[in-house]
C-alpha cells in the first residue's frame, strides 16, 4: 500500500509539474500575474509530493519490503538500518528520484529567496525548473520505477552493492547532485533571461550566489567521492580519470568557469553572450553526466546496470532540453550588446584567457571521455583512454590557468600595464621559483614535476600576499585589523578559494613525487620499514560482520622505536552477492598517511600486503574544503543582502503597483 | 547569427554519435593484422624485469596475447574469464602491460589474481604501434607459426571466448 501512495505521489508531481512548465511562461509571456502567481505554490507542493514519495520509499527499505522489486534489488534483511536508507539512492531508480528530490528543493529554496525578483523572472525561473523536473519525472514513471511491485515477493533481498556500504558513499550522491541539480538554478536564470530579453548584470548578480552555493556542494561532492575511492577501492589512487568521475569534473570546471565570469558581467557588464552560454554548458554538462552514468554507453569501473530504453529517453531528454536552450540562444543571444570595453591586458581579459582554459580543459576531457564512444559509433573498435592521456592534457593546460589565477585579482580592471605588473608580482615570482628549485632538494629529490607543482602553489600564495598587501596599503584606517576586517567577505572568499587550489597542488605535488609504496609477503611477526615507519604485521584473525565475513589483520606502526599507529586492515566477503572487498587501513596526518591494505592469504599464516606511506595525501581532499569554504565565505557577502534588501523595497513598491493596475 | 549557432551544431553532432553509440555493440573488428605474423619485439618481463619475453618463446605453441593495463576499466571486466581461461589450461596467456607503470601493474595482478604465464612490459607503447593497438583491452590468438589469427578489441566476454575462442585454439592447435 505505502509503495502505492508513493507512487500516486509520483504521478500527481507530474502533473503539477506540468502546470508549473507551462502556465508561469505563458503567463509571463502575456502579462497575466494570475498565472504568473502559480509558480510559487506548484513548486512548493511538488516538493511536498516528492518528499512523501522519497518517503515511502524510504519506508519499503526500513520495512524489508521484498515484495518492491527495487527493495530487493538493493537491500536485504542482514543489511544494517542505515544502509538500508542509504540505499534507497543506491541505484538507478532511487538515485534518480533522489534527483528529482533535490531539484524541487532547490525550486522551494528559489520561492523562499528569489522575493526580490521581478515577478515575470521568478515565474520563468520557476518554470524552467518544473519543465526539467517533468523530464525526469517521466522518466521515473516510464522507464526506471522505483515502486515497481515484485509478485510474488522475494523471500529476502539481493544486498546493497558491497562497495557502497560505506558512510562516505552514503553522503557522496546527495552532495554530488546538490551541485547537479545547483547547476539547473543558474540555467534556469539564464533562459529566463533569454526569454525576457533582459540579459543585463543584475542577472548576472542574482545568478552568482545560487551558482556558486551549487559549486560548492559539487566541490564537496567530488572530494567525498575520491576520498571513498582512496581508501575503498584499495590500492591508494584518488583519482582515476573514469568516465564516472569524469562526469562530474567536467561541470565543475564549466562551473568554476561560469563563477568568474559571471563575476565579471555582474562588476563590468561584459562577457554577457559568453556566460549565459556557460550557464547553459555546465548544466547541459551535469545532464549529459547522467546520461553516460545511467544509460551504460561506456565502460567503467563503476557498474551500473544497462537498460537501451532508458538511455534512449536520457538522450532525448537531453536534446530537448540542450538543443532548446541552445537554439534559444542562437535566437536571442544576438540581441544582446556588449558590455564595457578593455584593453588587451586587462582583469578582464585574464579572467577571459582563464575561462578559455578551463573550457579547453573541460573540451579535452570530454573528448577523452566521449572518444571511446565516438571510434566505437564510427565501428573502429572499443577502447579506453585512460590516464596517461589525462595526464598529458592537464597539465599543460592548467599551468598557465593557475599562472593567471596569480596575476588576475591584482590586474586591473579596463585596462592595466604589462611593466606595473611585472614590477609588482617580482617578489612574488622570486620566491615562487626559489623555493620551486630549493625545497625539493630539501625534501630529498627533484624532478621537473615537484618543480613545478611547488611553483604553481608557492606562486598563487605569494601573489595573494601582494595582493593583500597592496589592498591594506590603500584602505583608510588605523590599525592593520580594522582595515582587513574591513574587506569584504566576497574577497576572502576568494583568496581561500585560490588558497584551497593552492593547498591542493602541494597535496597532489607532493604525494606524486614522494610517496613510498611496497608489495611484501609478510610473515606473523616480520617487520618492514618505508619512509621512516616500520610495519609490524601480528597475523590476521577472522572476524564476522552483520552481513559480511572478513580476516582482519594487525599491524603495529613505529618510527625510531616508538609505537605511532595500530593498523587494522580487512579483507571482507560479502556473503549475499558473494563479492571479495578490500578495507584499507589509514593512519591519517596533516602531513602523511600510512596506508595498509591486504592482499591474498598465503601459506601459513602470510599475507601479501600493500604498504604506503603518502606525505601530504590528506592536502587534496582539504584543499576542495577550502576551496568549498571559500565559496561559502563569499556568498556571505554583505552586498548580496543589501542589494536583496534595496531590491525588495523597489520591488514590492512596483508589483503594488503592477496589482493595482490587475484590480 | 552563423557563430551563435555554433555550439547548437556540435551540441547535434555529438547526439548523433551518442545516439548511434547507443545502440552499438559490435565487439568484432576486423584488424589488418589478421592472418600475418605477429611483429616481433623483445620487451622486458614485469616480474623479473632482468629478463626479456620476445614471441619466439612461445613459437610452436598456440597462445594468447592479451594487452591490458592496471589503469583500465574494461580490463578488470574482463579479467575473470581471463582466470577462468588460465585455470582451465586450454590455451597459454601471454599478457602485455601497455603504458603501464609497473609496481601498479604488478599490484593490480596481485589483487586481482594474474592469469598470465609472463607478462612482457610495454611502458612507453612503442611496440603496441606495431601491433595497432587502439586502447586497451585487446587479445590476439596466435598460432604455432606465430601468425595473428583473431584479434579482439575490447573486453573479452563469455560469448566471444565460449564461441569463437576457444574453438579457433582448439583448430589450431589440431592442424
Known sequence: MIPEVGHFALILALCVGIVQGTLPILGAAKGNLAWMRVARPAARSQFLLISLACACLAYAFAAKDFSVLYVAANANSQLPLPYRLAAVWGAHEGSLLLWTFILTAWMVAVTIFSRHLPEAMRARILAVMGLVSVGFLSFLLSVSNPFERLIPAATDGRDLNPLLQDPGMVLHPPMLYMGYVGFSVAFAFAIAALLGGNLDSSWARWSRPWTTVAWCFLTVGIALGSGWAYYELGWGGWWFWDPVENASFMPWLAGTALIHSLAVTDKRGSFKVWTVLLAIMTFSLSLLGTFLVRSGVLTSVHAFATDPKRGLFILAFLTLVVGGSLLLYAWRAPRVGLGGGFSLVSRESLLLANNVLLVVAMGSVLLGTLYPLILDALGLGKISVGPPYFDAVFVPLMTPAVFLMGIGPIARWKKAELPELGIRVRWAFGISLATALLLPLVLGKWTPLIGLGLLLATWIATTALTNLRERLTRLPGESVFSRLTSLPRSYWGMMLAHGGVAIFIVGVTLVKGYEVEQDVRMNIGETTTIGGYTFRFDGAQEVRGPNYMAARGTFHVSKNGQEVARLFPEKRLYTVQNQTMTEAAIDSGIFRDLYVSLGEQLEGGAWSVRLYHKPFVDWIWGGCLVMALGGAVAIADRRYRFARREEHQGVSAASQAAGQKVA | ?175
Open chain 2, 1 to 175: 547569427m552563423k557563430r551563435f549557432l555554433l555550439p547548437l551544431i556540435t551540441f547535434l553532432l555529438l547526439v548523433g554519435f551518442l545516439a548511434v553509440g547507443l545502440r552499438l555493440d559490435p565487439r568484432e573488428v576486423p584488424s589488418p593484422l589478421v592472418g600475418k605474423s605477429a611483429p616481433e619485439f623483445s620487451l622486458p618481463q614485469l616480474h623479473e624485469p632482468e629478463k626479456v619475453f620476445s614471441p619466439k618463446d612461445a613459437a610452436g605453441k598456440v597462445w594468447l596475447l592479451n594487452v591490458w593495463a592496471s589503469w583500465c576499466g574494461g580490463c578488470k571486466d574482463e579479467h575473470p574469464l581471463l582466470m577462468q581461461l588460465a585455470q582451465g589450461g586450454e590455451v597459454p596467456i601471454y599478457g602485455m602491460d601497455y603504458k603501464d607503470r609497473p609496481e601498479e601493474a604488478r599490484a593490480w595482478l596481485r589483487q586481482w589474481g594474474n592469469p598470465y604465464r609472463v607478462t612482457a612490459v610495454d611502458e612507453t607503447g612503442r611496440v603496441g604501434i606495431d601491433y595497432g593497438v587502439y586502447g586497451v583491452p585487446e587479445t590476439y590468438v596466435i598460432d604455432r607459426s606465430g601468425a595473428i589469427r583473431y584479434k579482439q578489441i575490447g573486453p573479452l566476454t563469455e560469448e566471444v571466448v565460449t564461441r569463437t575462442i576457444l574453438p579457433l585454439v582448439k583448430e589450431l592447435q589440431d592442424k
